[in-house]
């Protein structure tokens, strides 16, 4: 049971590249996320999608795009990469949206590490 | 503005000792209040959570404590040990306008627990 796999780990883009960050979970969560987290920084909401073929914005969508045209998958896209989206990225998925009580906890992949100069 | 706040970047304990790691929110609307712990180079991982209506939850060696009073909740680990040392985040729950849950996470405290 692997959980919630991030690839890459690493990525370094230059300013105006585009890219993709890959998610897949295998616990058969409906409920999946996208978090950044910079430096010093809270954790913050990219996007969310509560189904395939379901996704909608958190607090920092500007700069982003997702999909989820599977249970298993919830891949985050970066167009015209900036500085500014330099941070580490964390994907997420939970049974359901009562992660906030502790009964259906938020399972984190190991992040990427991205880089933009 | 930062409606979950963890004031101490870093706390240093001895091994066995009790650690001691304090949060502050703003929004009286929060039902669930949770705790994170992050390891390097991995996610966060569940600790342990408590609902508002209640004042103390308690799980092997990590009991969190909340005085809704004084919007403040705190996470104690006793006895504390080595392995206990990773950056525990505080994080925040309650339903938006739209109906949607949302959580809101403070900065985190990185632990040492020194041996």
């Known amino acids: 049971n692997a959980g919630v796999t991030q690839t890459p780990k690493f990525r370094i883009l230059k300013i105006g590249q585009s890219m993709t960050l890959q998610c897949a979970q295998d616990?058969?969560?409906?409920?999946m996320y996208w978090y950044r987290q910079d430096p010093g920084m809270g954790l913050k909401l990219i996007y969310y999608?509560?189904?395939?073929?379901?996704?909608d914005k958190g607090e920092v969508p500007n700069g982003y795009n997702v999909s989820r045209s599977t249970t298993e998958d919830f891949p985050l896209r970066l167009e015209l990469a900036a500085p500014s989206q330099t941070s580490v990225y964390f994907c997420?998925?939970?049974?359901?949206?009562?992660f906030g009580r502790g009964d259906s906890p938020l399972h984190f992949g190991n992040g990427t590490r991205l880089t933009v100069t | 503005d930062q409606q979950v706040k963890q004031n101490s970047p870093s706390l240093s304990v001895q091994e066995g000792r009790i650690s001691i790691l304090n949060c502050d929110y703003t929004n009286s609307m929060f039902d669930y209040f949770l705790w994170y712990k992050k390891y390097p180079a991995e996610g966060p991982t569940f600790l342990i959570s408590?609902?508002?209506i209640k004042d103390k939850n308690e799980d092997g060696r990590f009991t969190v404590f909340l005085n809704k009073s004084a919007k403040h909740l705190s996470l104690h680990i006793v006895p504390s040990q080595p392995g206990d040392s990773a950056v525990y985040f505080c994080a925040a729950s309650s339903i938006d306008a739209g109906n949607n849950r949302k959580l809101i996470w403070g900065l985190g405290t990185s632990l040492a627990v020194n041996p």
């Open positions: 616990m058969n969560h409906n409920y």
């Open positions: 408590i609902s508002s």
């Open positions: 997420a998925s939970s049974y359901s949206d009562y």
């Open positions: 999608s509560v189904g395939a073929g379901i996704t």
